[in-house]
Protein backbone atom coordinates (compact mmCIF):
# COMPACT_ATOMS: atom_id res chain seq x y z
CA UNK A 1 0.00 0.00 0.00
CA UNK A 2 0.96 3.82 -0.31
CA UNK A 3 1.69 6.22 1.92
CA UNK A 4 -1.95 7.44 1.78
CA UNK A 5 -3.53 4.02 1.91
CA UNK A 6 -3.98 3.63 -1.74
CA UNK A 7 -3.68 0.12 -3.65
CA UNK A 8 -0.45 1.49 -5.51
CA UNK A 9 -0.76 -0.34 -9.25
CA UNK A 10 2.63 -1.56 -9.93
CA UNK A 11 2.66 -3.60 -13.65
CA UNK A 12 5.59 -5.84 -14.30
CA UNK A 13 5.60 -6.68 -18.30
CA UNK A 14 8.01 -9.09 -19.66
CA UNK A 15 8.92 -8.78 -23.43
CA UNK A 16 10.07 -11.78 -25.63
CA UNK A 17 9.52 -14.78 -26.80
CA UNK A 18 10.17 -17.95 -24.52
CA UNK A 19 11.17 -19.89 -27.85
CA UNK A 20 13.72 -18.07 -29.04
CA UNK A 21 16.89 -18.44 -26.97
CA UNK A 22 17.85 -15.06 -24.98
CA UNK A 23 14.95 -13.31 -26.48
CA UNK A 24 13.17 -15.04 -23.20
CA UNK A 25 14.63 -12.58 -20.68
CA UNK A 26 11.46 -10.47 -20.11
CA UNK A 27 9.08 -13.86 -19.70
CA UNK A 28 11.47 -15.83 -17.70
CA UNK A 29 11.67 -12.06 -15.21
CA UNK A 30 7.71 -12.07 -15.30
CA UNK A 31 8.11 -15.57 -13.83
CA UNK A 32 10.15 -14.77 -11.21
CA UNK A 33 8.14 -11.61 -10.16
CA UNK A 34 4.87 -14.22 -10.74
CA UNK A 35 6.34 -16.89 -8.22
CA UNK A 36 7.26 -14.25 -5.61
CA UNK A 37 4.01 -13.15 -5.08
CA UNK A 38 4.41 -9.76 -4.09
CA UNK A 39 1.88 -7.12 -2.93
CA UNK A 40 0.00 -5.11 -5.63
CA UNK A 41 1.59 -6.28 -8.61
CA UNK A 42 0.05 -7.17 -11.96
CA UNK A 43 1.87 -9.03 -14.29
CA UNK A 44 1.76 -9.72 -18.07
CA UNK A 45 3.59 -11.17 -20.60
CA UNK A 46 4.06 -9.05 -24.05
CA UNK A 47 5.41 -9.60 -27.88
CA UNK A 48 6.35 -6.11 -27.72
CA UNK A 49 3.97 -4.98 -30.23
CA UNK A 50 4.11 -0.85 -29.72
CA UNK A 51 0.92 0.17 -30.26
CA UNK A 52 -0.73 -2.18 -28.05
CA UNK A 53 2.16 -2.28 -25.96
CA UNK A 54 1.20 1.64 -25.06
CA UNK A 55 -2.17 0.55 -24.17
CA UNK A 56 -1.07 -2.37 -21.58
CA UNK A 57 0.98 0.28 -19.43
CA UNK A 58 -2.13 2.57 -19.28
CA UNK A 59 -3.13 0.49 -16.08
CA UNK A 60 0.23 0.66 -14.50
CA UNK A 61 0.86 3.61 -11.86
CA UNK A 62 4.87 2.29 -11.76
CA UNK A 63 5.86 -0.23 -14.96
CA UNK A 64 8.52 -2.13 -14.79
CA UNK A 65 9.66 -3.54 -18.12
CA UNK A 66 11.76 -6.10 -19.17
CA UNK A 67 13.09 -7.01 -22.87
CA UNK A 68 16.03 -8.39 -24.42
CA UNK A 69 18.65 -6.17 -26.12
CA UNK A 70 20.71 -6.79 -29.24
CA UNK A 71 22.68 -3.86 -28.82
CA UNK A 72 26.22 -4.97 -30.01
CA UNK A 73 27.27 -5.18 -26.01
CA UNK A 74 28.53 -8.00 -23.45
CA UNK A 75 26.03 -10.80 -23.38
CA UNK A 76 24.28 -10.33 -20.06
CA UNK A 77 25.14 -7.01 -19.71
CA UNK A 78 21.80 -4.66 -18.32
CA UNK A 79 20.90 -1.50 -18.66
CA UNK A 80 18.35 0.23 -16.59
CA UNK A 81 16.90 3.35 -18.12
CA UNK A 82 13.84 5.23 -15.68
CA UNK A 83 12.10 5.92 -19.59
CA UNK A 84 9.66 8.19 -17.55
CA UNK A 85 12.90 10.69 -16.98
CA UNK A 86 14.70 10.55 -20.48
CA UNK A 87 14.70 8.72 -24.07
CA UNK A 88 16.16 5.47 -24.77
CA UNK A 89 19.89 5.62 -26.40
CA UNK A 90 19.17 5.44 -30.11
CA UNK A 91 20.93 1.95 -30.68
CA UNK A 92 17.78 0.55 -29.16
CA UNK A 93 15.49 1.68 -31.79
CA UNK A 94 14.16 -0.04 -34.44
CA UNK A 95 11.57 0.35 -37.01
CA UNK A 96 9.62 -2.16 -40.12
CA UNK A 97 6.75 -1.56 -41.99
CA UNK A 98 5.30 -3.67 -39.76
CA UNK A 99 5.30 -2.50 -36.66
CA UNK A 100 7.72 -0.35 -33.94
CA UNK A 101 9.36 -1.68 -31.05
CA UNK A 102 9.61 -1.11 -27.65
CA UNK A 103 12.01 1.93 -27.37
CA UNK A 104 9.57 3.64 -30.52
CA UNK A 105 6.63 3.10 -28.18
CA UNK A 106 8.13 5.08 -25.48
CA UNK A 107 9.27 7.75 -27.15
CA UNK A 108 6.24 7.75 -29.23
CA UNK A 109 4.11 7.89 -25.84
CA UNK A 110 6.40 10.26 -24.60
CA UNK A 111 5.46 12.88 -27.25
CA UNK A 112 1.66 12.13 -26.93
CA UNK A 113 1.69 11.89 -23.06
CA UNK A 114 0.79 8.67 -23.30
CA UNK A 115 3.67 7.40 -20.56
CA UNK A 116 2.90 6.02 -17.26
CA UNK A 117 3.99 8.10 -14.44
CA UNK A 118 7.09 5.85 -14.25
CA UNK A 119 8.35 3.37 -15.96
CA UNK A 120 11.69 1.36 -15.29
CA UNK A 121 13.15 -0.42 -18.41
CA UNK A 122 15.33 -3.16 -17.92
CA UNK A 123 17.47 -4.49 -21.13
CA UNK A 124 19.57 -7.35 -21.05
CA UNK A 125 21.61 -8.18 -23.66
CA UNK A 126 21.23 -11.04 -25.76
CA UNK A 127 23.09 -13.32 -27.94
CA UNK A 128 21.97 -16.27 -29.80
CA UNK A 129 18.16 -15.24 -30.46
CA UNK A 130 17.56 -18.94 -32.66
CA UNK A 131 14.16 -20.11 -32.71
CA UNK A 132 14.46 -22.79 -29.82
CA UNK A 133 17.07 -22.14 -28.81
CA UNK A 134 18.10 -22.29 -24.66
CA UNK A 135 18.68 -18.94 -22.55
CA UNK A 136 22.55 -18.47 -22.18
CA UNK A 137 24.18 -18.85 -18.51
CA UNK A 138 24.87 -15.06 -18.68
CA UNK A 139 21.73 -14.02 -19.89
CA UNK A 140 19.75 -16.33 -16.84
CA UNK A 141 21.95 -14.82 -14.58
CA UNK A 142 21.04 -11.19 -15.73
CA UNK A 143 17.33 -12.76 -15.35
CA UNK A 144 17.86 -12.99 -11.34
CA UNK A 145 19.41 -9.89 -10.85
CA UNK A 146 16.80 -8.01 -12.57
CA UNK A 147 13.99 -9.84 -10.56
CA UNK A 148 15.33 -9.10 -7.53
CA UNK A 149 16.26 -5.84 -8.32
CA UNK A 150 12.66 -5.14 -9.21
CA UNK A 151 11.52 -7.39 -6.20
CA UNK A 152 13.41 -4.73 -4.15
CA UNK A 153 12.07 -1.94 -5.33
CA UNK A 154 7.97 -2.87 -5.44
CA UNK A 155 8.37 -4.31 -1.84
CA UNK A 156 9.81 -0.60 -1.48
CA UNK A 157 7.10 0.99 -2.63
CA UNK A 158 4.31 -0.86 -1.34
CA UNK A 159 6.19 -0.03 2.14
CA UNK A 160 5.84 3.67 1.26
CA UNK A 161 9.51 4.02 1.06
CA UNK A 162 11.29 6.14 -1.23
CA UNK A 163 13.10 3.03 -2.96
CA UNK A 164 12.86 3.67 -6.75
CA UNK A 165 17.20 5.01 -6.87
CA UNK A 166 18.78 6.77 -9.55
CA UNK A 167 18.81 4.55 -12.49
CA UNK A 168 22.20 2.97 -13.51
CA UNK A 169 23.37 0.95 -15.87
CA UNK A 170 24.91 -2.61 -14.87
CA UNK A 171 27.02 -4.73 -16.19
CA UNK A 172 26.74 -9.04 -15.14
CA UNK A 173 30.12 -10.53 -15.67
CA UNK B 1 27.25 18.10 -63.85
CA UNK B 2 30.68 17.58 -62.80
CA UNK B 3 32.30 13.77 -63.39
CA UNK B 4 32.16 13.13 -59.87
CA UNK B 5 28.44 13.46 -59.94
CA UNK B 6 28.03 11.66 -63.56
CA UNK B 7 29.44 8.26 -62.39
CA UNK B 8 28.55 7.14 -58.04
CA UNK B 9 27.73 5.05 -56.09
CA UNK B 10 24.93 5.02 -53.72
CA UNK B 11 24.57 1.90 -50.99
CA UNK B 12 22.14 1.58 -47.89
CA UNK B 13 23.05 -1.34 -46.09
CA UNK B 14 20.05 -1.44 -43.65
CA UNK B 15 16.81 0.76 -44.93
CA UNK B 16 14.78 2.08 -41.77
CA UNK B 17 11.02 1.09 -41.39
CA UNK B 18 10.97 -1.40 -43.93
CA UNK B 19 10.19 -5.24 -42.23
CA UNK B 20 13.18 -7.68 -42.05
CA UNK B 21 16.69 -6.66 -43.32
CA UNK B 22 17.82 -6.16 -46.94
CA UNK B 23 20.12 -3.59 -48.95
CA UNK B 24 19.47 -1.51 -52.08
CA UNK B 25 22.49 -0.91 -54.57
CA UNK B 26 22.31 1.75 -57.41
CA UNK B 27 24.91 1.51 -59.55
CA UNK B 28 24.89 5.42 -61.98
CA UNK B 29 26.76 6.13 -64.84
CA UNK B 30 26.91 9.28 -66.99
CA UNK B 31 23.15 9.91 -65.33
CA UNK B 32 21.94 6.72 -66.07
CA UNK B 33 21.16 3.74 -63.36
CA UNK B 34 23.05 0.88 -65.02
CA UNK B 35 22.45 -1.37 -61.77
CA UNK B 36 19.96 -1.59 -59.22
CA UNK B 37 19.53 -4.35 -57.11
CA UNK B 38 17.52 -4.62 -54.20
CA UNK B 39 19.41 -7.47 -52.43
CA UNK B 40 18.09 -9.53 -49.62
CA UNK B 41 20.13 -11.07 -46.71
CA UNK B 42 17.88 -12.92 -44.54
CA UNK B 43 18.61 -16.50 -44.26
CA UNK B 44 15.78 -18.84 -46.08
CA UNK B 45 13.10 -19.55 -43.46
CA UNK B 46 12.48 -22.79 -45.25
CA UNK B 47 8.67 -23.42 -44.97
CA UNK B 48 7.60 -25.02 -47.28
CA UNK B 49 10.23 -27.52 -46.61
CA UNK B 50 8.54 -28.54 -43.32
CA UNK B 51 4.91 -27.95 -44.11
CA UNK B 52 6.09 -31.71 -45.78
CA UNK B 53 5.28 -33.91 -43.92
CA UNK B 54 2.61 -32.23 -41.59
CA UNK B 55 -0.95 -32.72 -41.37
CA UNK B 56 -3.20 -30.76 -43.90
CA UNK B 57 -5.08 -29.18 -40.67
CA UNK B 58 -1.68 -28.11 -39.78
CA UNK B 59 -0.59 -25.38 -42.19
CA UNK B 60 -2.75 -22.44 -41.34
CA UNK B 61 -1.53 -22.40 -37.92
CA UNK B 62 1.95 -23.24 -39.33
CA UNK B 63 2.33 -20.51 -42.48
CA UNK B 64 0.51 -17.56 -39.89
CA UNK B 65 4.49 -17.77 -38.88
CA UNK B 66 5.55 -16.41 -41.91
CA UNK B 67 4.56 -12.98 -41.35
CA UNK B 68 3.54 -10.95 -37.66
CA UNK B 69 1.10 -8.37 -40.04
CA UNK B 70 -0.48 -10.36 -42.17
CA UNK B 71 -0.93 -13.63 -40.82
CA UNK B 72 -4.32 -14.08 -42.13
CA UNK B 73 -3.47 -13.78 -45.39
CA UNK B 74 -1.47 -16.67 -45.38
CA UNK B 75 -4.33 -18.80 -42.92
CA UNK B 76 -6.59 -17.67 -45.66
CA UNK B 77 -4.43 -18.78 -48.37
CA UNK B 78 -3.71 -22.32 -47.08
CA UNK B 79 -6.99 -22.70 -45.88
CA UNK B 80 -8.17 -22.29 -49.35
CA UNK B 81 -6.32 -24.09 -50.70
CA UNK B 82 -6.98 -26.90 -48.34
CA UNK B 83 -11.02 -26.83 -48.79
CA UNK B 84 -10.03 -26.70 -52.48
CA UNK B 85 -8.76 -30.41 -52.40
CA UNK B 86 -11.92 -31.66 -50.69
CA UNK B 87 -14.38 -29.41 -52.80
CA UNK B 88 -14.98 -27.93 -49.90
CA UNK B 89 -17.50 -24.50 -49.98
CA UNK B 90 -17.89 -22.72 -47.10
CA UNK B 91 -20.42 -20.37 -47.55
CA UNK B 92 -22.80 -18.23 -44.85
CA UNK B 93 -21.53 -17.04 -41.65
CA UNK B 94 -18.19 -18.68 -41.77
CA UNK B 95 -17.94 -17.63 -44.31
CA UNK B 96 -18.60 -14.05 -43.74
CA UNK B 97 -16.72 -13.82 -40.32
CA UNK B 98 -13.21 -14.95 -42.32
CA UNK B 99 -14.04 -11.46 -44.50
CA UNK B 100 -14.62 -9.86 -41.12
CA UNK B 101 -10.86 -11.06 -39.83
CA UNK B 102 -9.33 -10.15 -43.13
CA UNK B 103 -10.61 -6.79 -42.64
CA UNK B 104 -9.12 -6.27 -38.89
CA UNK B 105 -5.50 -7.53 -40.80
CA UNK B 106 -6.20 -4.61 -43.46
CA UNK B 107 -7.11 -1.81 -41.18
CA UNK B 108 -4.12 -2.76 -38.92
CA UNK B 109 -1.45 -3.24 -41.44
CA UNK B 110 -3.12 -0.22 -43.66
CA UNK B 111 -3.24 2.51 -41.17
CA UNK B 112 0.56 1.65 -39.69
CA UNK B 113 2.01 1.82 -43.05
CA UNK B 114 0.09 4.84 -43.84
CA UNK B 115 0.22 7.30 -40.67
CA UNK B 116 3.60 5.56 -39.06
CA UNK B 117 5.69 4.79 -41.56
CA UNK B 118 5.21 6.05 -44.74
CA UNK B 119 3.22 9.43 -44.11
CA UNK B 120 6.74 10.74 -42.13
CA UNK B 121 8.50 10.43 -45.65
CA UNK B 122 5.99 12.82 -47.59
CA UNK B 123 5.83 15.12 -44.86
CA UNK B 124 10.49 15.07 -44.23
CA UNK B 125 10.38 13.76 -40.51
CA UNK B 126 13.00 10.58 -39.60
CA UNK B 127 9.97 9.30 -38.19
CA UNK B 128 6.58 8.82 -36.98
CA UNK B 129 8.04 10.23 -33.09
CA UNK B 130 9.56 13.12 -34.63
CA UNK B 131 5.85 13.73 -37.11
CA UNK B 132 3.88 12.99 -33.98
CA UNK B 133 5.46 16.06 -31.89
CA UNK B 134 3.79 18.56 -35.05
CA UNK B 135 0.81 16.25 -35.46
CA UNK B 136 0.04 14.29 -32.08
CA UNK B 137 -3.98 14.08 -33.73
CA UNK B 138 -3.13 11.85 -36.41
CA UNK B 139 -1.22 9.73 -34.72
CA UNK B 140 -4.02 9.07 -31.91
CA UNK B 141 -6.62 8.55 -34.29
CA UNK B 142 -4.17 6.15 -36.16
CA UNK B 143 -3.25 4.44 -33.58
CA UNK B 144 -7.04 4.59 -32.28
CA UNK B 145 -7.99 3.28 -35.30
CA UNK B 146 -5.12 0.41 -35.63
CA UNK B 147 -6.23 -0.81 -32.66
CA UNK B 148 -9.97 -1.62 -33.61
CA UNK B 149 -8.10 -3.63 -36.47
CA UNK B 150 -6.79 -5.49 -33.90
CA UNK B 151 -9.91 -5.98 -31.82
CA UNK B 152 -11.61 -7.25 -34.95
CA UNK B 153 -8.74 -9.64 -35.25
CA UNK B 154 -8.63 -10.59 -31.10
CA UNK B 155 -12.64 -11.24 -31.32
CA UNK B 156 -12.71 -13.18 -34.69
CA UNK B 157 -9.18 -14.94 -34.44
CA UNK B 158 -8.76 -15.43 -31.17
CA UNK B 159 -5.51 -12.59 -30.55
CA UNK B 160 -4.31 -9.79 -32.34
CA UNK B 161 -0.85 -10.79 -33.61
CA UNK B 162 -0.94 -15.01 -35.03
CA UNK B 163 -4.64 -15.80 -34.93
CA UNK B 164 -5.43 -19.08 -33.47
CA UNK B 165 -8.97 -19.63 -34.18
CA UNK B 166 -9.19 -20.05 -37.90
CA UNK B 167 -9.00 -23.54 -38.95
CA UNK B 168 -9.98 -25.28 -42.09
CA UNK B 169 -13.55 -26.01 -42.52
CA UNK B 170 -14.45 -22.45 -40.49
CA UNK B 171 -13.23 -21.69 -36.90
CA UNK B 172 -12.52 -23.47 -33.32
CA UNK B 173 -14.58 -20.70 -31.68
CA UNK B 174 -17.73 -18.43 -33.20
CA UNK B 175 -17.91 -14.86 -31.76
CA UNK B 176 -21.39 -14.17 -30.61
CA UNK B 177 -23.81 -11.60 -31.90
CA UNK B 178 -23.20 -9.09 -28.74
CA UNK B 179 -19.00 -9.70 -29.04
CA UNK B 180 -19.63 -8.01 -33.09
CA UNK B 181 -22.04 -5.85 -31.94
CA UNK B 182 -20.32 -4.30 -29.08
CA UNK B 183 -17.58 -2.62 -31.87
CA UNK B 184 -20.13 -1.00 -33.96
CA UNK B 185 -19.52 2.06 -32.04
CA UNK B 186 -15.74 1.87 -32.58
CA UNK B 187 -15.68 0.88 -36.44
CA UNK B 188 -18.99 3.77 -36.94
CA UNK B 189 -15.92 6.40 -35.91
CA UNK B 190 -13.09 4.32 -37.79
CA UNK B 191 -14.96 4.78 -40.73
CA UNK B 192 -15.39 8.98 -40.48
CA UNK B 193 -11.62 8.65 -38.99
CA UNK B 194 -10.48 6.31 -42.03
CA UNK B 195 -12.24 9.27 -44.24
CA UNK B 196 -10.00 12.23 -42.54
CA UNK B 197 -6.85 10.36 -42.80
CA UNK B 198 -7.40 9.27 -46.34
CA UNK B 199 -7.96 12.88 -47.04
CA UNK B 200 -5.01 14.22 -45.33
CA UNK B 201 -2.43 11.93 -46.76
CA UNK B 202 -4.26 12.71 -50.29
CA UNK B 203 -2.74 15.96 -49.51
CA UNK B 204 1.15 14.87 -49.76
CA UNK B 205 2.83 16.20 -52.52
CA UNK B 206 3.39 13.08 -54.46
CA UNK B 207 6.42 13.12 -57.36
CA UNK B 208 5.25 13.13 -60.71
CA UNK B 209 6.39 9.37 -61.62
CA UNK B 210 3.79 7.30 -63.64
CA UNK B 211 4.52 3.64 -64.94
CA UNK B 212 2.96 1.18 -67.39
CA UNK B 213 2.12 -1.25 -64.85
CA UNK B 214 0.85 -4.77 -65.19
CA UNK B 215 -1.19 -4.66 -62.37
CA UNK B 216 -2.69 -8.19 -60.83
CA UNK B 217 -5.17 -8.88 -58.64
CA UNK B 218 -7.98 -11.39 -57.51
CA UNK B 219 -11.68 -10.29 -58.59
CA UNK B 220 -14.65 -11.67 -57.47
CA UNK B 221 -18.09 -11.17 -59.11
CA UNK B 222 -19.69 -9.47 -56.60
CA UNK B 223 -17.44 -7.79 -53.71
CA UNK B 224 -13.81 -6.18 -53.73
CA UNK B 225 -11.49 -8.85 -53.51
CA UNK B 226 -10.39 -10.76 -50.10
CA UNK B 227 -10.26 -14.31 -50.10
CA UNK B 228 -11.82 -15.34 -53.56
CA UNK B 229 -12.13 -14.90 -56.81
CA UNK B 230 -10.38 -15.17 -60.71
CA UNK B 231 -6.61 -13.46 -60.81
CA UNK B 232 -7.06 -10.65 -63.33
CA UNK B 233 -4.57 -8.24 -64.94
CA UNK B 234 -4.89 -4.51 -66.90
CA UNK B 235 -3.16 -7.28 -69.54
CA UNK B 236 -5.88 -9.32 -70.46
CA UNK B 237 -5.31 -11.91 -67.74
CA UNK B 238 -8.24 -13.87 -65.99
CA UNK B 239 -7.30 -16.85 -64.61
CA UNK B 240 -9.12 -19.77 -61.97
CA UNK B 241 -6.26 -19.44 -58.90
CA UNK B 242 -5.06 -22.97 -59.74
CA UNK B 243 -3.40 -21.93 -63.21
CA UNK B 244 -1.08 -19.41 -60.95
CA UNK B 245 2.29 -20.93 -61.91
CA UNK B 246 1.04 -21.56 -65.70
CA UNK B 247 1.15 -17.86 -66.34
CA UNK B 248 4.07 -16.60 -63.28
CA UNK B 249 7.30 -17.80 -62.64
CA UNK B 250 9.66 -17.83 -60.38
CA UNK B 251 13.26 -17.52 -61.03
CA UNK B 252 16.38 -17.07 -58.41
CA UNK B 253 18.69 -14.24 -58.94
CA UNK B 254 22.03 -14.16 -57.42
CA UNK B 255 21.58 -11.03 -55.33
CA UNK B 256 18.41 -12.25 -53.26
CA UNK B 257 17.89 -15.21 -51.31
CA UNK B 258 13.95 -14.55 -52.60
CA UNK B 259 12.81 -15.58 -55.77
CA UNK B 260 12.03 -13.43 -57.98
CA UNK B 261 8.55 -13.56 -59.67
CA UNK B 262 7.37 -12.80 -63.09
CA UNK B 263 4.71 -12.88 -65.52
CA UNK B 264 5.63 -15.47 -68.67
CA UNK B 265 6.71 -13.46 -71.50
CA UNK B 266 5.77 -10.10 -70.04
CA UNK B 267 7.73 -9.71 -67.22
CA UNK B 268 7.54 -7.42 -63.72
CA UNK B 269 3.96 -7.00 -62.21
CA UNK B 270 2.56 -5.17 -59.34
CA UNK B 271 0.55 -6.45 -56.69
CA UNK B 272 -0.93 -5.06 -54.14
CA UNK B 273 -3.26 -2.16 -52.99
CA UNK B 274 -2.72 0.14 -56.27
CA UNK B 275 -3.70 -3.04 -58.72
CA UNK B 276 -6.63 -3.87 -56.41
CA UNK B 277 -8.02 -0.55 -56.47
CA UNK B 278 -7.56 -0.25 -60.47
CA UNK B 279 -8.87 -3.52 -61.35
CA UNK B 280 -12.06 -3.21 -58.45
CA UNK B 281 -13.09 -0.01 -58.35
CA UNK B 282 -16.72 -0.65 -59.16
CA UNK B 283 -16.57 -3.36 -56.23
CA UNK B 284 -15.91 -0.43 -53.79
CA UNK B 285 -18.90 0.68 -51.60
CA UNK B 286 -20.22 3.71 -52.95
CA UNK B 287 -18.56 6.01 -50.45
CA UNK B 288 -15.33 4.97 -51.23
CA UNK B 289 -15.53 5.45 -55.05
CA UNK B 290 -17.14 8.98 -54.02
CA UNK B 291 -14.62 9.96 -51.44
CA UNK B 292 -12.16 8.75 -54.46
CA UNK B 293 -13.58 10.60 -56.95
CA UNK B 294 -13.67 13.78 -54.21
CA UNK B 295 -9.85 13.20 -53.73
CA UNK B 296 -9.08 13.18 -57.42
CA UNK B 297 -7.38 9.56 -57.16
CA UNK B 298 -9.48 7.29 -59.65
CA UNK B 299 -8.32 4.50 -61.87
CA UNK B 300 -6.13 4.64 -63.96
CA UNK B 301 -3.69 5.38 -61.14
CA UNK B 302 -0.41 4.66 -62.15
CA UNK B 303 1.67 6.73 -59.94
CA UNK B 304 3.24 4.39 -57.09
CA UNK B 305 3.19 7.21 -54.66
CA UNK B 306 -0.17 7.60 -54.47
CA UNK B 307 -0.63 3.92 -52.80
CA UNK B 308 -0.91 6.18 -50.01
CA UNK B 309 -4.09 7.52 -50.60
CA UNK B 310 -5.40 4.13 -52.01
CA UNK B 311 -4.67 2.35 -48.61
CA UNK B 312 -6.95 5.16 -46.80
CA UNK B 313 -9.72 4.22 -49.69
CA UNK B 314 -9.50 0.17 -48.82
CA UNK B 315 -9.44 1.36 -44.65
CA UNK B 316 -12.38 2.65 -44.94
CA UNK B 317 -13.75 -0.48 -47.48
CA UNK B 318 -12.40 -2.70 -44.86
CA UNK B 319 -13.95 -0.53 -41.69
CA UNK B 320 -17.56 -0.46 -44.06
CA UNK B 321 -17.60 -4.37 -44.77
CA UNK B 322 -16.75 -4.83 -41.20
CA UNK B 323 -20.19 -2.73 -39.94
CA UNK B 324 -21.82 -4.38 -42.33
CA UNK B 325 -20.95 -7.70 -41.43
CA UNK B 326 -21.39 -7.21 -38.05
CA UNK B 327 -24.91 -5.90 -38.17
CA UNK B 328 -26.05 -9.07 -40.58
CA UNK B 329 -24.32 -11.82 -38.97
CA UNK B 330 -25.93 -14.65 -37.35
CA UNK B 331 -24.28 -16.97 -35.46
CA UNK B 332 -23.65 -20.30 -36.66
CA UNK B 333 -25.15 -23.42 -35.62
CA UNK B 334 -21.25 -25.00 -35.69
CA UNK B 335 -18.30 -23.21 -35.95
CA UNK B 336 -16.85 -25.02 -38.51
CA UNK B 337 -17.45 -27.89 -41.04
CA UNK B 338 -16.23 -31.52 -40.44
CA UNK B 339 -13.91 -32.37 -43.89
CA UNK B 340 -12.09 -35.49 -44.54
CA UNK B 341 -9.09 -35.23 -46.62
CA UNK B 342 -8.39 -37.35 -49.14
CA UNK B 343 -5.35 -36.89 -52.07
CA UNK B 344 -4.96 -34.30 -54.09
CA UNK B 345 -3.64 -30.66 -55.19
CA UNK B 346 -5.31 -27.42 -54.20
CA UNK B 347 -4.53 -23.79 -54.61
CA UNK B 348 -5.41 -20.58 -52.66
CA UNK B 349 -5.06 -16.88 -53.13
CA UNK B 350 -5.93 -14.31 -50.97
CA UNK B 351 -5.61 -10.53 -51.02
CA UNK B 352 -2.61 -9.50 -48.03
CA UNK B 353 -2.87 -6.10 -47.17
CA UNK B 354 0.49 -6.05 -49.62
CA UNK B 355 -0.37 -8.09 -52.70
CA UNK B 356 -1.78 -11.86 -53.65
CA UNK B 357 -0.71 -14.33 -51.45
CA UNK B 358 -0.64 -17.62 -53.61
CA UNK B 359 -0.44 -20.99 -51.77
CA UNK B 360 -0.46 -24.58 -53.41
CA UNK B 361 -0.18 -28.05 -51.71
CA UNK B 362 -0.55 -31.42 -52.41
CA UNK B 363 -1.65 -33.95 -49.32
CA UNK B 364 -1.98 -37.80 -49.63
CA UNK B 365 -4.95 -39.72 -48.62
CA UNK B 366 -3.72 -39.39 -44.83
CA UNK B 367 -3.97 -35.32 -45.36
CA UNK B 368 0.02 -35.69 -44.84
CA UNK B 369 1.76 -32.66 -47.07
CA UNK B 370 3.99 -34.04 -49.41
CA UNK B 371 4.63 -30.25 -51.32
CA UNK B 372 3.80 -27.00 -50.83
CA UNK B 373 4.42 -23.65 -52.37
CA UNK B 374 3.88 -20.26 -51.38
CA UNK B 375 4.56 -16.77 -53.45
CA UNK B 376 4.16 -14.06 -51.01
CA UNK B 377 3.45 -10.15 -52.01
CA UNK B 378 7.12 -9.00 -51.85
CA UNK B 379 8.75 -11.17 -53.94
CA UNK B 380 5.98 -11.02 -56.38
CA UNK B 381 6.63 -7.13 -56.54
CA UNK B 382 10.25 -7.36 -55.71
CA UNK B 383 11.42 -7.29 -59.86
CA UNK B 384 8.71 -4.21 -60.15
CA UNK B 385 10.44 -1.92 -57.39
CA UNK B 386 13.74 -2.24 -59.09
CA UNK B 387 12.35 -1.10 -61.96
CA UNK B 388 10.62 1.89 -60.31
CA UNK B 389 13.77 2.51 -58.98
CA UNK B 390 16.09 2.37 -62.29
CA UNK B 391 13.28 4.49 -64.07
CA UNK B 392 12.78 6.95 -60.98
CA UNK B 393 16.56 7.62 -60.29
CA UNK B 394 17.89 9.06 -63.38
CA UNK B 395 15.31 11.94 -62.67
CA UNK B 396 17.12 12.95 -59.49
CA UNK B 397 20.53 11.79 -60.15
CA UNK B 398 21.43 14.86 -59.52
CA UNK B 399 20.45 15.37 -55.37
CA UNK B 400 23.12 14.59 -53.35
CA UNK B 401 23.70 10.82 -51.93
CA UNK B 402 21.21 11.68 -48.71
CA UNK B 403 18.75 13.15 -50.50
CA UNK B 404 18.29 10.55 -53.30
CA UNK B 405 18.54 8.42 -50.64
CA UNK B 406 15.68 9.75 -48.74
CA UNK B 407 13.76 9.16 -52.52
CA UNK B 408 14.67 5.66 -52.59
CA UNK B 409 13.92 4.20 -50.01
CA UNK B 410 10.67 6.49 -50.16
CA UNK B 411 9.73 4.54 -53.17
CA UNK B 412 10.13 1.33 -51.89
CA UNK B 413 7.84 1.93 -49.03
CA UNK B 414 5.23 2.87 -52.07
CA UNK B 415 5.19 -1.44 -51.48
CA UNK B 416 5.53 -1.70 -48.07
CA UNK B 417 7.62 -4.67 -48.63
CA UNK B 418 8.41 -7.49 -46.31
CA UNK B 419 11.36 -9.30 -46.35
CA UNK B 420 10.56 -11.52 -43.27
CA UNK B 421 7.65 -12.84 -45.51
CA UNK B 422 9.10 -12.93 -48.69
CA UNK B 423 12.52 -13.55 -47.16
CA UNK B 424 13.39 -10.82 -49.01
CA UNK B 425 14.78 -7.32 -48.70
CA UNK B 426 17.15 -3.85 -47.23
CA UNK B 427 20.18 -1.58 -47.26
CA UNK B 428 20.96 0.97 -49.93
CA UNK B 429 24.24 1.34 -52.02
CA UNK B 430 24.12 3.68 -54.91
CA UNK B 431 27.76 3.46 -56.88
CA UNK B 432 28.22 6.57 -59.28
CA UNK B 433 31.85 5.71 -59.90
Redesign the interface.
Given at each position: MGNNGEQLRMLVIGVGNRLRGDDAAGPRVADNIRSRALPGVHIIDHSGEGASLMEAWQSGETVFLVDAADSGGESGQIYEFAAHERSLPARFFRYSTHAFSVAESIELARVLDRLPARLHVYAIEGRDFGAGGTMSTEVSRAVEVVSDRIEALVLGIAHGSNAESDPCTNSVS | MSNAKKSRTIKVDYM?????EGALFLKIRDGKVSDVKLKIFEPPRFFEAFLRGRKWTEAPDITARI???CPIAYQSSSISAMESIVGAKIDGPIRELRRLVYCGEWIE?HV??MA??HAPDFLGYE???QM??DH?DV??NA?RL??IG?ELMTVVGGR??HPINLRVGGFYRTPTKKQLLAMRDDLLWACDASVALTKLVSTFEFPDFERDYEFVAMRHPGEYPLWEGRLVSNRGLDIPIEDFFKHFEEEHVKHSTSLHSFVKLRGAYHVGPLARFNLNFDRLTPRCRELAQEIGVTPPCTNPFKSIVVRGFETLYACEESLRIIESYEEPEKPFIELAPRAGRGHGCSEAPRGICYHTYAIDDNGVITDARIAPPTAQNQRTMEEDLAAFVPRHADLPDDKLTWRCEQAV?NY???I?CSCHFLRLHVDRD
Open positions: - | ARVEGCGISLHMLDAIAKPVKLKKNEIRDPCS
